[in-house]
Nanobody, 127 residues
Framework: DVQLVESGGGLVQPGGSLSLSCAPS????????MAWFRQSPGKEPEAVAA???????AYTDSVKGRFTISKDNAEDSLFLQMSNLKPEDTAMYYC??????????????????????RGQGTQVTVS
């Protein structure tokens, strides 16, 4: 079974920084497509960023220049470094994964359906 465990959420002031981590089991970040999603109360889940096994990265427009997705193949971990945080970034953040190699045009569309595995989430509050 695939399990994804997030950590690193918390309360931060606007303009501050926060780093999230995801530890997978049942798959490896080195040969998977990995992503971060977020969901605010009353809103649909939103893809934030993704990274493919060849290190290709994709970001939703609202976080470009502020968030950085990365992975450590040796540690088998996924990260999301968030800076210049805004109140509208407040959400539950989820780590997501797929065994599939998502082809490039589709990879940049950050489709939720491409990532069948999700963690329980970690709360980020910017206030």
């Amino acid at each position: 079974d695939v399990q994804l465990v997030e950590s690193g959420g918390g309360l931060v002031q606007p303009g501050g920084s926060l780093s999230l981590s995801c530890a997978p089991s049942g798959l490896s970040v080195s040969d998977s497509s990995m992503a971060w999603f977020r969901q605010s109360p009353g809103k649909e889940p939103e893809a934030v960023a993704a990274i493919r096994r060849d290190d290709l990265r994709a970001y939703t427009d609202s976080v470009k220049g502020r968030f950085t997705i990365s992975k450590d193949n040796a540690e088998d971990s996924l990260f999301l470094q968030m800076s210049n945080l805004k109140p509208e970034d407040t959400a539950m953040y989820y780590c997501a994964a797929s065994h599939s190699f998502i082809l490039t045009p589709r990879f940049y569309r950050l489709e939720s359906s491409d990532y069948p595995y999700r963690g329980q989430g970690t709360q980020v509050t910017v206030s």
